[in-house]
């Protein structure tokens, strides 16, 4: 089992940023690969980026490339996500994920999963 809590969420203007954390709590940390999903509203949950298992590996969508920052800590067994040029477009909650699995953006469900933070961008 691994618990996964986010912090860092919070309401900005419109080409600001904020940093998202994920702190995952039970099994080792390194064996999973770590995801962040967004879900604005009355949309599907989306994939926003990941990491490898060994950091050595990231993907990010194509609307938050060059924009956002996937990265991990094992020393703290976090996983942050940097956010920057924030466009209202980005406005969601946002979600990390777990996986034992070997990373991948593609899969219709992963194995654990935080309740997520609310990120507003007002314009």
């Known amino acids: 089992q691994v618990q996964l809590v986010e912090s860092g969420g919070g309401l900005v203007q419109a080409g600001g940023s904020l940093r998202l954390s994920c702190a995952a709590s039970?099994?080792?940390?390194?064996?999973?690969?770590m995801y962040w999903f967004r879900q604005a509203p009355g949309k599907e949950r989306e994939f926003v980026a990941a990491i490898s298992r060994s950091a050595t590996s990231t993907y990010y969508a194509d609307s938050v490339k060059g924009r956002f920052t996937i990265s991990r800590d094992f020393a703290k067994n976090t996983v942050s996500l940097q956010m920057n040029s924030l466009k209202p477009e980005d406005t969601a909650v946002y979600y990390c994920a777990a996986d034992e699995r070997t990373i991948s953006a593609s899969r219709t469900q992963y194995q654990y999963w935080g309740r997520g933070t609310q990120v507003t961008v007002s314009s």
């Open positions: 039970g099994r080792t940390f390194s064996s999973y690969a």
